[in-house]
């Protein structure tokens, strides 16, 4: 794997793991001060998870300009191994069912942000 593709999938994580916590400050903000059954908050969460990652795997796709599905698929995989990691050594837990789907969900998310990450670049590049 060449440096442009591994500091692409870098910049991936990097905004993927930016816009969760960002996002995360915000709805405990919204938990503290409004009402949110736990419910909602579940379906929220997943959506924030879902747009993160598609655009995390944008911004690696267009960063490494060649190969999108391998980038996004690494940013996605990423993701995971660090979640997966932090719920396993930090709460002695693993991945329930529909955790595992969720994440499958969320790397097909980068993955398809890759590539179109990837084509966002090409077609800037043969505009100019």
């Known amino acids: ?59 690696a796709g267009a960063k490494g300009k060649q190969k999108g599905w391998i980038i996004g698929t690494l940013t996605g995989l990423g993701f995971t191994l660090f979640t997966f990691l932090v719920q396993y050594l930090g709460y002695q837990q693993t991945f329930s069912l529909e955790q595992s789907l969720h994440h499958v969900g969320y790397v097909l998310a980068a993955l398809i942000g890759g590539v179109i990450g990837v084509n966002l670049a090409g077609s800037e590049e043969q505009n100019t």
């Open 1 to 59: 794997m060449r440096q442009q593709q591994i500091v692409a999938v870098l910049y991936g994580w990097i905004v993927v793991l930016g816009l969760i916590l960002i996002t995360s400050v915000l709805l405990a903000f919204v938990l503290r001060f409004m009402t949110m059954t736990e419910g909602t908050l579940a379906w929220v969460t997943l959506a924030v998870g879902l747009i993160s990652l598609f655009i995390g795997g944008i911004i």
